[in-house]
């Protein structure tokens, strides 16, 4: 069975910094894009940043300030996320195209506040 696990989420000062891993476990046989996601309460889940063959893609409310990146095993993903402000806050989710599927994480929670 795989399975994505995230981690480093945590309550962050506005202006602060983070940053968020996701590790792909599991037999893989084949590992495509990585992403992150974010929903906030009483909205509705939407991209941050992804990351394709080498090839980024961001929300424009995060341009600028947060940075995908694969590890050098390639099936781990991180999001470096600096001039955090309070709509940043969410859960955050990482999705995979793992073996032809498309995997969720369980989502690690993210709080900017002073």
């Known amino acids: 069975q795989v399975q994505l696990v995230e981690s480093g989420g945590e309550l962050v000062q506005p202006g602060g910094s983070l940053t968020l891993s996701c590790a792909a476990r599991?037999?893989?046989?084949?590992?495509?894009?990585m992403g992150w996601y974010r929903q906030a309460i009483k909205k509705q889940r939407e991209l941050v940043a992804r990351?394709?063959?080498?090839?980024?893609d961001y929300a424009d409310s995060v341009k600028g300030r947060f940075t995908i990146s694969r590890g050098n095993a390639k099936n781990t993903v991180y999001l470096q996320m600096n001039s955090l402000k309070s709509e940043d806050t969410a859960v955050y989710y990482c999705?995979?195209?793992?073996?032809?599927?498309?995997?969720w994480g369980r989502g690690t929670q993210v709080t900017v506040s002073s």
């Open positions: 999705k995979a195209d793992l073996n032809g599927l498309e995997v």
């Open positions: 599991g037999y893989i046989f084949r590992l495509d894009a």
């Open positions: 990351i394709t063959n080498g090839d980024t």
